[in-house]
Each structure stands twice: as C-alpha cells, then as structure tokens.
C-alpha cells in the first residue's frame, strides 16, 4: 500500500504571497490528482496529472508532477481568501486502481 | 453541472442500529466508491463497485458492511449493527470509466453514533 505524505500538514499566509505544497511517495503511480476540500464538503477535483514532468496550470494554481511519477508540488501565486482550504493529493497506482489519499495540506490565507 | 447527491447530510443513530446511506451517482458513471473520512483524519477507501459487483474493499469494509445498486440510480451503503468507531463523514464518488479519470464526489453523510 502506497503512503502519500504531504506537507506541510498546516500553512498560513497574508494575501498576496505565495505558496508550495508538496505531495510525496516512495511508489510510483499512474496518475495523480489534487483535490480542495472545504468543510461539510466533499473533495473537489483541481488537476490529474498522468505523465512525469508534466506541468498543469489552473488560473493562479500550477501542478508538477515529479518526472519519476512519485511526487508532485501545488505552487499558489498570489494567494487569496478564496484559496483556504483542504488541499488533498490523491493517487493510484495502476490505471484502474483505487485511489488513495494523502492527509492532506490546510491552507488559511488572511486578508 | 451533475453532481453526485447524497442523502442524509446527516444521520444520528444508536449502537448497534442499522443505518442505510443513499448516494446517486451521476447518471453516465458507471464506477461507484464509498470513502470515509473520520474527523481529522484522511479520506479513507471503504468499496469500489462496477457491473452490479464489488472491484475492491479495503480492510475496513469487513462483514458489517455492504453496498448495492438496487435499481439504475442509487447506490447504497448498509452499516448492519453500528459501532462508536464508525462515527465519520462518508463520501460517495463516481466515475465515467476511462483509465485515470478523476472521482466526483458527493457531500457526503456525517454518521453520528452514540
């Protein structure tokens, strides 16, 4: 069983800044996704990423998935209110496995 | 959009009562999961099912519990005799069938069990 590690576990930022999280395995996967969950919510889908290397990039939001398909990193620029919440990689590790999901990184950006 | 609905939002039940949880996935899924997410905790995997069968439990998905597609929208999941324990927010998700496609998931149901 593949173990997602990511973090850090909590980050708080003023808006405007920056901000990298990291998404990290000793197994390699088919694909990965990031996810944003808010509270009483389900996750949400953000970004899959399937091939090593890549780079998927969502308005202010970039994804880069390791070229060895073990890791990956979220980077906000200029980060907003908006932004708080549940950031959760998620990962299998063939095409048709279930997924499995990290713990998961809290953001808080403040005003 | 569609969207996967789940009903109840919540549910409080006594020990050792039997609770259903009712889930419709989006109407062209054809994959259907179960997740749990005790509070604080991951997002865990309990079930996949596809072609009216289970495709893979976890270890947490032991004999109290079970799924099923009693007709072609809704999607159950059956606690037989609830424990403290299994207190949590329990997802439902769906998916088209393609090779990594992504999961969409439901708001959930928050378990209580007192």
């Known amino acids: 069983t593949q173990l997602l590690e990511q973090s850090p576990q909590f980050l708080s930022i003023q808006e405007g800044e920056n901000l990298t999280v990291y998404c990290n395995s000793s197994?390699?996967?088919?694909?990965l996704q990031w996810y944003r969950q808010e509270p009483g919510e389900g996750p949400v889908l953000l970004v899959t990423?399937?091939?090593?290397?890549e780079v998927k990039k969502l308005k202010r939001l970039t994804f880069q998935f390791g070229d060895a398909r073990k890791d990956s990193s979220l980077h906000i620029t200029a980060a907003q209110p908006g932004d708080t919440g549940l950031y959760l990689c998620?990962?299998?590790?063939?095409?048709?496995?279930?997924?499995?999901f990290g713990a998961g990184t809290q953001v808080v950006v403040t005003p | 959009e569609p969207e996967v609905t789940q009903t109840p939002s919540h549910q409080v039940t006594q020990m050792g009562q039997e609770v259903i949880l009712r889930c419709v996935p989006i109407?062209?899924?054809?994959?259907f999961y179960w997740y749990r997410q005790i509070l604080g905790q991951k997002v865990e995997f309990l079930v996949s099912?596809?072609?009216?069968?289970?495709?893979?439990k976890s270890e947490i998905f032991d004999d109290q519990f079970s799924v099923e597609r009693p007709d072609g929208s809704n999607f159950t999941l059956k606690i037989r005799s609830t424990k403290l324990e299994d207190s949590a927010m329990y997802f439902c998700?769906?998916?088209?069938?393609?090779?990594?496609?992504?999961?969409?998931f439901g708001n959930g149901t928050r378990l209580t069990v007192t």
């Open positions: 998700a769906s998916k088209r069938g393609a090779a990594n496609s992504p999961l969409h």
């Open positions: 197994s390699v996967f088919s694909s």
């Open positions: 990423v399937v091939t090593g290397g």
């Open positions: 998620a990962a299998r590790p063939d095409s048709w496995g279930k997924l499995q």
């Open positions: 109407s062209n899924h054809l994959y």
């Open positions: 099912f596809y072609n009216n069968e289970i495709s893979e």
